[in-house]
């Protein structure tokens, strides 16, 4: 058997890791199709072009909910067919930046400081800048926010000088960590990250309410049958017991938030109703 897993970012994006990760872990011949653009909605509308092919998924992520929030796609005819992981959050500045510390960052986003974020406006990258202006005394809904196809290209943004921070997913920096071009203030996970970030505080140890992460899951096509499903969930139960899936989360410091297609469904209603409420705040419901 072979199947294609479908990946809304470039190669190196947060999409195309856990898609890559994904298909390494799945035991069957895998192989990952890029298509960027409108924050993951190309490659979902190319998933939901794809009839009822059970061969076929694709990464999802909170932006498939907030894309069909703000009309740039409706994607509720995909079937649901797991959540493997969340990633959390980076706020990332250049090494050379006169922002030190979290403190500093919120000073600067409150007064206006560009910020650069994967993958769309109004997904959760968004929400976490709202809730950093809101603990400065700001107003979440007038921040000057910048969207970028990649995480790879909003911190390109800061090292370029065309924005003071990006927030994006922590694995995405890791290159740009160890060389010393950049320096990570926070992150937005409920302990602290191991290896390069181990000195790296939460915003909850500097008393900033902001705890948000970015979840990857798989969606197939519209008009999938009840046996479809059946064997996606036995692929994706032996993929993220497998030794190759604990490398993966370990390697790209992700929590490991596997649901089947049934526990999924249930939790994407939840994160509809969770997500247009930090919509609001942010100016973008």
């Known amino acids: 058997m072979e199947v294609e897993i479908l990946a809304g970012t470039p190669p190196g994006g947060g999409q195309d890791r856990a898609a890559r990760a994904f298909a390494s872990a799945l035991g069957v011949a895998a192989f990952v199709v890029n298509i960027p653009g409108r924050g993951g ?43 493997l992981c969340t990633e959390g959050l980076a706020f990332v500045i250049p ?9 500093d960052l919120v000073g600067a986003v409150t007064g206006g400081a560009g910020i650069a974020i994967a993958t769309a406006l109004g997904n959760v990258n968004h929400v976490a800048a709202g809730l950093i202006a809101r603990a400065g005394g700001g107003d979440p809904g007038a921040l000057d926010v910048r969207a970028f196809d990649s995480a790879r290209e909003a911190v390109a943004e800061v090292l370029g000088g065309g ?10 920096v890791v290159p740009e960590l160890a060389a010393g071009s950049i320096r990570v203030v926070a992150v937005s996970t409920s302990e602290r990250l191991a290896g390069p970030f181990r000195d790296v505080s939460t915003w909850s140890e500097v008393g900033v309410d902001c705890l948000v992460g970015t979840w990857r899951g798989i969606v197939g096509p519209p008009g999938l049958t009840a046996d479809d499903v059946a064997m996606w969930d036995e692929l994706t139960g032996k993929a993220v017991a497998s030794p190759e899936w604990a490398s993966a989360v370990a390697d790209h410091h992700w929590q490991s938030t596997y649901l089947d297609a ?24």
């Open 41 to 83: 909605s190309n490659t979902w509308d190319e998933l939901s072009r794809r009839g009822a092919d059970p061969h076929v998924a694709a990464i999802s992520s909170p932006t498939m909910i907030t894309n069909r929030i703000h009309g740039i796609g409706a994607h509720d005819d995909v079937t649901p067919l797991a959540h």
């Open 163 to 172: 924005a003071a921070c990006a927030i994006v997913s922590a694995a995405s």
């Open 95 to 103: 090494a050379s930046s006169g922002i030190r510390n979290a403190g």
């Open 262 to 285: 049934a526990s999924t469904r249930a939790f994407l209603e939840s994160e509809r109703a969770t997500l247009a409420e930090a919509l609001e705040m942010i100016g973008h419901g």
